[in-house]
């Protein structure tokens, strides 16, 4: 089955502790993208990646890192997450870059206390 | 700054009734318009909209696109309870990234709640 998934679905950690959330596709996508969600300000985008190694600063990357390493593979890494990242996140792939995100992943819920 | 709002932010409608979601933008090298529905996971996909005037539709849902005055409307008509979700309203822009590749960027708008009560 053609999917994007994401781990861990939830996650309570404490402020400083780093943490990575891990994002996979199994449709040989170009494009990968990681967003946040929060009410009132529906979905931003904090990093994208055009392809292995190649990867970009979205509207709201600050306090985060992502790498490529593997076309399937795109993990968002919090080196220090604070409270106000606390979000529901979500990993999203397109075949390419020219093509919109239409494969979101499950979403991942995150709280930092 | 490309900019999609939404309106209204929540709707609570009772089963039968029809409802429409509006979406306006201003964006720069504006591409296409999407429509996403959001249950309690990820945003599922409903329409994506090119050109002006021009319906898309699918089952109870439709949607159309005016260019010129830069909005978008989603339809539900005779809701049912599984229609209550988040509709959310995208804008698909060209951009560049550094290395001077286009690349197909989603602003997206706050959602409306969409409550549909039997």
């Known amino acids: 089955e053609a999917q994007v998934t994401q781990n861990p679905r939830y996650l309570i950690t404490v402020t400083g502790k780093k943490l990575t959330v891990t994002c996979s596709q199994n449709m040989n996508h170009e494009y990968m993208s990681w967003y946040r969600q929060d009410p009132g300000l529906g979905l931003r985008q904090i990093y994208y990646?055009?392809?292995?190694?190649?990867?970009d600063k979205g509207d709201v990357p600050e306090g985060y890192k992502v790498s490529r390493k593997e076309k399937r593979n795109f993990p968002l890494i919090l080196e220090s997450p604070s409270p106000n990242q606390t979000s529901l996140y979500f990993c999203?792939?397109?075949?390419?870059?020219?093509?919109?995100?239409?494969?979101f992943g499950p979403g991942t819920r995150l709280t930092v206390l | 700054e490309d900019k999609v709002v939404q309106s209204p932010l929540s709707l609570v409608v009772h089963e039968g009734d029809t409802v429409t979601l509006n979406c306006s933008y201003e964006v720069t090298n504006f591409r296409s318009l999407l429509w996403y529905k959001q249950e309690k996971k990820a945003p599922t996909f409903l329409f994506m909209l090119?050109?002006?005037?021009i319906e898309k539709k699918s089952g109870r849902l439709s949607s159309i696109l005016d260019k010129k005055e830069l909005f978008s409307i989603l339809n539900i008509t005779a809701t049912q309870t599984g229609d209550s979700a988040i509709y959310l309203c995208a804008v698909e822009a060209v951009a560049q990234d550094a290395g001077g590749t286009s690349y197909g960027k989603l602003t997206f708008g706050q959602g409306t709640i969409l409550t549909v009560h039997p």
């Open positions: 990646s055009m392809n292995v190694e190649v990867t």
């Open positions: 999203a792939s397109s075949p390419r870059p020219q093509r919109v995100m239409q494969f």
């Open positions: 090119t050109s002006s005037g």
